[in-house]
């Protein structure tokens, strides 16, 4: 082969080889976005599940709400519903954990600046914070309250009203010592672990109340409230 053949052969492979990687590269951008495509919808359906069953479950009561209902609200098939959770527990499982974490994540204190923050209004932003996090989050609250005071009669939900119990007392235990911080690091923690309980006991009877037919004041009763476990968290040393 002459030299200018063997140049026009090279250069005739060259070619080739970029079409190649242009017809490979297509194919595997297709894929990709064939595979996003899917993973979208099914983060989409799963939400829908999610925020079906949360109202579902919250009007009705996790007993009352069908599987059949579930389908229906949601507009998705059963074959998807147990491809995601597997079951009703697990679905349930799943609006707990994400409403857990919505609300906990509103009701988390950024770090005070060397602890210069006032300790009562560090306290008093804590239970305000929780209120609010109550109003934004009612579907959830209602399911969890539910529990709490039904929890014998599921024994398969218990653990989860353990686990957000657990992490209430936790986000509310951090966020005092925090606020408390001008106590010396020994003395926050014990003030956080004496009054985070009670602290947690309020926002549950103020979720409550809020629902009755005569509700409380809250706003009075927040700084009130505030006053008190101040006066705890100073007796404590």
């Known amino acids: 082969m002459d030299h ?17 990687k242009g017809v490979r590269s297509g194919l595997d951008s297709g894929a990709m976005a064939g595979r996003n495509r899917t993973e979208i919808r099914g983060e989409q359906s799963r939400d829908d599940v999610l925020r079906a069953a949360e109202e579902l479950m919250s ?11 579930l389908i229906r ?3 998705v098939p059963s074959s998807s519903i ?15 954990e994400r409403g857990a974490e919505a609300f906990f994540a509103s009701i988390s204190a950024d770090a005070p600046d060397n602890g210069a923050v006032d300790p009562r209004e560090a306290l008093e932003r804590v239970l305000r914070r929780s209120i609010g ?7 959830f609250l209602t399911l ?28 509310v235990r951090t966020n005092l010592r925090l606020g408390y911080a001008s106590y010396g690091e020994e003395r926050a923690a014990r003030v ?26 809250v706003e009075q009763a927040l700084v009130d409230v ?8 100073e007796a404590t040393h």
């Open 4 to 20: 200018s053949s063997q140049s026009g052969f090279m250069q005739c492979c060259e070619a080739d080889e970029r079409v190649g």
């Open 59 to 69: 009007r009705r009561g996790y007993r009352a709400t069908s599987m059949a209902e």
């Open 73 to 75: 609200e949601s507009g």
């Open 82 to 96: 147990y491809w995601h959770f597997n079951s009703k527990a697990g679905v349930l499982a799943a609006v707990m």
């Open 133 to 139: 996090a109550a109003v934004d989050n009612p579907g």
């Open 144 to 171: 969890y309250l539910d529990f709490l005071l039904h929890a014998e009669d599921e024994p398969a939900i218990a653990d989860q009203v353990a686990g957000v119990r657990r992490m209430a007392l936790e986000t």
């Open 192 to 217: 956080a672990d004496r009054i985070a309980p009670l602290a947690v006991a309020f926002f549950d009877g103020m979720f409550v109340a809020a629902k009755s037919v005569d509700p409380p004041d």
């Open 226 to 233: 505030a006053r008190s476990l101040h006066f705890v968290a």
